[in-house]
C-alpha cells in the first residue's frame, strides 16, 4: 500500500495552489508556473520510484509455539533477513490479540544492506490466559524525500499460548514437595504398606497374618509376605467447568472467620500475603473459580510427580469434555497443562450421573478420585452424592470446594451492627448447617469432603492429596 505524507500535501498547497492562481492572474509567467508544477511533479514521482522496492524482500520468522505466563512480561523472538537491501529505517507492528498488551505501539528499526537472522524483542504482557493466533505483521518505510510512505504486510503463522502464574500458589505448598535431599519434609507412611513386594523366609517376629500358607505348605517351612508402601498410584483431578465455576473469586473472600473449621487434614500452614500484580490489583479480584481450580490441579499435578504418583486430568461440564490417562513425566505435564489452557466455564448444570458411568467405563483400576466442584447449590450437591456412592465402590473420592460468603456458624462473627446483619448471619449459618449435613452424608457414602478457603485452597487440594496418601487410604 501507498499513501502520501503530510508533509507532500502541505509542499503540494505550498507550490501547486499559488503557481495556479499566479498562472490564471499574470499570463505572461503562466509557462514558468507550469513548468514549475511539472518539476514538483516529477520530483514527487521519482521520490515515489526510489523508494517503492526499498524494503519488500524482507522476511520476516517466528516460534510456531510461544509459551508465556499470564501477567508476567515477556519477549517474542522475531527474526528478519534479507539480502541486497539498501540502508533505511522501518517501523513494524505484530497483530497481537487484544488481551497481549505490547511495551510499544510500534517498533522503530534501522536496516542495514543485508541482514541475516537480525533478533527483533517484542516485550508485551498477556492479561488473561489462553491460546491465542499469531497471523500477520505489518511494517512500513518512507521514501528518500519523505513524500510517501509504504506499507507492506507479511503473513505469520505462530501461537501464543499464555498459561496461568503459578508462583503464588506454588509458594505455599513448597514445603510439601519431597525433593529427595537433605533438609526437606518428607511425608511419614503410616502402616506397613499394601502392595505385595516378594517372599521370603519366616523370621522371628513376623506376625501370623502375613504367612503365605500355600507357599509354605509347598516348601515344607513358613513363607512370609513381604509388603511395600504403593507406588506409581493412580491420581486423578476432576474439574468442573459448569455454571457455578465461572462465578467470581471477588465474591468468595480469600480469608474467612469459619476457614478454621474446615482445615485440611494435613495441617494448615500460614499463608504468605500475595503480592500486588502489574496493575496492583489483588489477585483474587480478577480471577474465577475455574481459574482456582487450574491453578491447584496444576500444582497438585507436579506434586504426585514428585511422590512418584501418576497424574491423571478430568475436565467435565455436563459430560465428561477431556481426559488424559495417568501418566508421568514432563511430557505429560505439558499435555495435561495444554488442554487446560482453553477451559472455560460453560453455562450448563453437571450431570454427575452420566459422568459417574463414563469414569467407571474408563477407569477400571482403582484411583484416587478428587472433584475440584462446587457443591452449595442443593440440587447439585444431591446429584453428586447419588453419583459418589457409585463411585466410591471402585475408587476412592474426594471432593473439595470453594467456601461460599459468609457461610458460618451462627455467633461466629466478631458483632452485629445493624439489623439487616442478623438476617445474614442467619442465613450463613444455614448454608453451613447444609453443606454439614452433606459432608455427614458424604462420609457415609465414603467420599471424602472438604472446604477451603480461596486463599488455601490449593494448599488443602494438595495436603489432603498427601494425607490420602501417608494413611495408605488408596
Not at 512480561?73 to 539498501?86: S, V
Not at 541482514?115 to 491465542?132: F, M, T
Not at 521514501?143 to 506454588?170: H, I, M, N, T
Not at 499394601?194 to 503365605?212: A, C, M, N, Q, V
Request: proline share 6%.
Amino acid at each position: 500500500m501507498i499513501a502520501p505524507r503530510t508533509s507532500l500535501v502541505v509542499w503540494a498547497a505550498a507550490i501547486i495552489l499559488p503557481l495556479s492562481i499566479l498562472a490564471g492572474v499574470v499570463g505572461s509567467l503562466r509557462s514558468i508556473c507550469v513548468l514549475a508544477i511539472v518539476v514538483f511533479v516529477l520530483a514527487t514521482l521519482v521520490d515515489l520510484l526510489l523508494g517503492l522496492g526499498k524494503h519488500r524482500q524482507l522476511e520476516f520468522q517466528i516460534p510456531p509455539v510461544n509459551r508465556v505466563t499470564a501477567g508476567r512480561d515477556f519477549e517474542l523472538d522475531l527474526k528478519l533477513n534479507g539480502t541486497g537491501l539498501r540502508s533505511g529505517a522501518i517501523r513494524l507492528v505484530l497483530d497481537l490479540p487484544p488481551i497481549v498488551k505490547p511495551d510499544q505501539s510500534s517498533i522503530p528499526l534501522q536496516i542495514e544492506a543485508g541482514i541475516l537472522n537480525l533478533a527483533v524483542p517484542v516485550k508485551a504482557v498477556a492479561e488473561h490466559r489462553g491460546s491465542y493466533p499469531i497471523n500477520r505483521l505489518f511494517f512500513d518505510w518512507i521514501s528518500p524525500v519523505r513524500f510517501w510512505v509504504f506499507r507492506q504486510e507479511r503473513p505469520l503463522k505462530s501461537e501464543l499460548r499464555v498459561y496461568p502464574d503459578l508462583a503464588l500458589e506454588g509458594r505455599k505448598i513448597a514445603h510439601f514437595l519431597d525433593r529427595g535431599g537433605f533438609g526437606v519434609h518428607r511425608q511419614r507412611q503410616i502402616g506397613r504398606g499394601r502392595e505385595f513386594e516378594k517372599l521370603r523366609e519366616y523370621e522371628p517376629g513376623d506376625s501370623f497374618d502375613s504367612i503365605h500358607w500355600k507357599a509354605a505348605a509347598k516348601r515344607h517351612k513358613p513363607i512370609t509376605k513381604v509388603f511395600q508402601v504403593e507406588k506409581s498410584q493412580e491420581v486423578y483431578i476432576a474439574i468442573d467447568s459448569s455454571r457455578l465455576s465461572g462465578r467470581s473469586l471477588s465474591s468468595f473472600p480469600p480469608s474467612s472467620s469459619s476457614s478454621t473449621m474446615f482445615e485440611p487434614s494435613a495441617g494448615h500452614v500460614q499463608d504468605p500475603s500475595p503480592s500486588p500484580g502489574r496493575a496492583g490489583a489483588h489477585p483474587y479480584r480478577s480471577q474465577t473459580i475455574l481459574e482456582q481450580f487450574i491453578a491447584a490441579t496444576l500444582l497438585a499435578g507436579a506434586t504426585a510427580e514428585r511422590q512418584g504418583d501418576l497424574f491423571g486430568l478430568i475436565t467435565f461440564s455436563d459430560k465428561v469434555d477431556q481426559m488424559a490417562r495417568a501418566r508421568s513425566g514432563s511430557l505429560h505435564f505439558n499435555h495435561c497443562r495444554d488442554l487446560l489452557i482453553n477451559l472455560q466455564a460453560r453455562l450448563v448444570a453437571p450431570d454427575f450421573e452420566d459422568i459417574a458411568a463414563t469414569l467407571l467405563n474408563r477407569l477400571t483400576k482403582r484411583s484416587l478420585l478428587i472433584f475440584l466442584t462446587s457443591l452449595d447449590d442443593s440440587v447439585t450437591g444431591e446429584n453428586f452424592l447419588l453419583a459418589a456412592r457409585f463411585l466410591a465402590r471402585r475408587h476412592l473420592v474426594m471432593a473439595i470446594m470453594l467456601l461460599p460468603p459468609d457461610t458460618q456458624p451462627l455467633f461466629s462473627a466478631p458483632g452485629v451492627e445493624h439489623t439487616d446483619q442478623i438476617y445474614e448471619n442467619i442465613a450463613g449459618h444455614l448454608r453451613w448447617a447444609k453443606l454439614q449435613e452433606l459432608r455427614k452424608q458424604l462420609l457415609q457414602a465414603g467420599v471424602l469432603f472438604q472446604l477451603a478457603s480461596g486463599q488455601s485452597f490449593t494448599l488443602t487440594v494438595v495436603s489432603e492429596y498427601l494425607a490420602t496418601k501417608r494413611r495408605q487410604l488408596l
